[in-house]
Nanobody, 122 residues
Framework: VQLQAYGGGLVQAGGSLRLSCAAS????????MGWFRQAPGKEREFVAA????????YYADSVKGRFTISRDYVKNTVYLQMNSLKPEDTAVYYC????????????????WGQGTLVTVSS
């Protein structure tokens, strides 16, 4: 599975962005999808995850209530809608996929996109 993330950019605090992650093949049958982010000088951290059928989602406490993960199974695309953005959300955002259960651990994901930069100005 190849993943391509896009949609990042520069936004003011309080604004919104929607990230997209297009998969090279059908991921709806068994792939859990996740979003992670990595700020400069920091470790890559979990943001949100979605089970293979979309029935379960999980968010990091830092983004709960502001970010929403969703999937379009026809387009083989997963989205991350980000609202009420804060400067501390500035990071490179990565999408990930795995043919297994939804996980919060980056080590559980076998496939990764190249990342897209989100910069939130204060």
């Amino acid at each position: 599975v190849q993943l391509q993330a896009y949609g990042g950019g520069l936004v003011q605090a309080g604004g919104s962005l929607r990230l997209s992650c297009a998969a090279s093949e059908h991921t709806g049958s068994s792939y859990a999808m996740g979003w992670f982010r990595q700020a400069p000088g920091k470790e890559r951290e979990f943001v949100a995850a979605n089970s293979w059928n979309g029935g379960s989602t999980y968010y990091a406490d830092s983004v709960k209530g502001r970010f929403t993960i969703s999937r379009d199974y026809v387009k083989n695309t997963v989205y991350l809608q980000m609202n009420s953005l804060k400067p501390e959300d500035t990071a490179v955002y990565y999408c990930a996929a795995d043919n297994g259960l939804m996980s919060l651990r980056k080590g559980e994901y076998a496939y990764w996109g190249q990342g897209t930069l989100v910069t939130v100005s204060s």
